[in-house]
């Protein structure tokens, strides 16, 4: 009997996945453990493995396809059976979730002065998709059929050079209008003046990944559920930057490189044992009190992997020395933007920075990473004119913003925590012990 692989679960809060790429074809052997294909989650780009040995005898869901999790995407051939003999079609919930991902957006409404045109003459509808045909989204096929497009002269930008909505407009705005009949305008002057056209908006669609959907509907979810409130607070830089200075000299030769984030996980960790409702999440009718101390690093995605954040966990952030955090930190920050991180990775984080000082961004405040109840944004350390000891001077400051959840901390809570935060970036020789 042949085994049907189904689109996996991959992180707690997966409802559907892409199928990026496949790594198997059709007769290939693949082996237990071997990654079949790179699976596109709400949180990342992920591989899926194969669980026995066999021969791939059927592609139930093509590249580029979003479908949600449980789906039949592929049959495997036991050792004995003939994959040919397997017959198979993809599932009714595998064509419903080929969807298109671009947008719908309204039509322009039609300027006052524009004249009325005379209607279009019906065209034939499009063929169906069918064995030699185009692979077509239901909304790009819709739009063929009200407008007389013909699918197969059109060349699919989608995923796996699908036809989507996008391709289907540009052919429909590319075609004159029949029958336009232009009408005089009356003017009181006694010559005639000639009426402007105005050009209709023109937009670009961007589809939309899984992941861009879960982080928007996270954040909404975050905003419209959390009671946000931000306590700011700037910090001297000196010590720590010429501590860290002294730091990567001496330890360059085993190629270890310290970042000001090392330093900001690790001041953090510290405090959020000190401040135990830091490290704390909301539960309804109690609040939850955690053992572990572990920090979320948010990690930037490039946009040639559909851009956006993944919160990389640093567990047990406190009892971790500078050093073993920027080991694990330059890892997970590293595979994150190669190859995806797993649900292990990711989970579990008490607290979030959200660092955009290499950006050279000065001052931002951030969302919250629910079940957290704050998370940490950090400008660059700027040199600046400061007061130090009474005296006008040159020195490195960096603004520091705290997003904070009113229902577990108040402003009180809020302000010891900094200032104990504040004590060990001044004192930077406190994080080394």
């Not at 042949?2 to 996945?17: C, K, W």
């Not at 995407?73 to 969807?99: H, M, T």
């Not at 559920?225 to 930057?241: E, N």
Request: charged residues 20%; aromatic residues 2%; negative net charge.
């Amino acid at each position: 009997m042949s085994i049907t692989l189904t689109m996996p679960r991959l992180s707690d809060t997966m409802e559907q996945g892409t199928i990026i790429k496949w790594n198997v074809q059709e007769g290939d052997e693949v082996a237990s453990g071997a990654v079949v294909a790179d699976i596109e989650t709400d949180k990342a780009t992920m591989e899926m493995q194969a669980y026995d040995d066999g021969v791939v005898a059927k592609i139930l869901v093509g590249e580029g396809t979003q479908v949600p999790v449980g789906t039949a995407i592929a049959l495997i051939a036991e050792d004995g059976e003939d994959p040919a003999d397997i017959d198979a079609a993809p599932s009714a919930a595998a064509e419903a979730a080929q969807v298109d991902p671009t947008p719908e957006t309204p039509e322009p409404s039609t300027p006052a002065a524009e004249a009325p045109t005379a209607p279009t003459p019906a065209r034939s509808a499009p063929p169906a998709s069918g064995p030699g045909r185009p692979r077509v989204s239901p909304v790009a096929r819709r739009l063929a059929e009200e407008h007389g497009i013909d699918l197969g002269s059109l060349a699919g930008s989608g995923p796996g050079g699908r036809i989507i909505k996008r391709d289907v407009l540009a052919q429909v705005n590319a075609e004159p209008m029949a029958g336009t009949v232009e009408t005089a305008v009356p003017v009181p002057l006694a010559a005639p003046t000639a009426v402007q056209e105005v050009p209709a908006l023109e937009s670009a669609a961007i589809e939309v990944s899984g992941m861009r959907q879960t982080i928007a509907r996270r954040l909404v979810e975050s905003k419209q559920t959390i009671p946000h409130y931000q306590v700011k607070m700037r910090f001297s830089m000196d010590a720590l930057i010429d501590l860290r200075a002294s730091l990567n000299e001496k330890l360059a030769a085993e190629e270890v490189k310290l970042s000001v984030n090392d330093f900001l996980v690790r001041a953090c960790a510290l405090a959020m044992a000190e401040h135990p409702m830091f490290n704390a999440s909301w539960a309804g009718d109690r609040i939850l009190a955690h053992r572990r101390v572990n920090v979320g690093v948010a990690v930037s995605l490039s946009e040639e992997r559909g851009g956006g954040l993944v919160v990389a966990t640093i567990r047990d952030a406190n009892l971790k020395s500078l050093r073993m955090i920027s080991a694990e930190t330059r890892s997970l920050a590293s595979k994150a933007r190669d190859k995806g991180l797993t649900t292990e990775e990711m989970s579990d984080a008490t607290f979030t920075i959200s660092n955009l000082g290499m950006f050279g961004v000065d001052d931002f405040t951030a969302i919250i990473n629910p079940p957290n109840s704050a998370i940490l944004a950090c400008g660059a350390a700027i040199e600046q004119p400061v007061v130090r000891d009474h005296q006008l001077a040159v020195g490195w400051e960096m603004a520091a913003n705290l997003s904070l959840d009113h229902r577990v901390i108040d402003g009180a809570m809020a302000a010891r925590y900094l200032a104990t935060l504040k004590s060990m970036i001044e004192e930077p020789m406190r994080l080394l012990a």
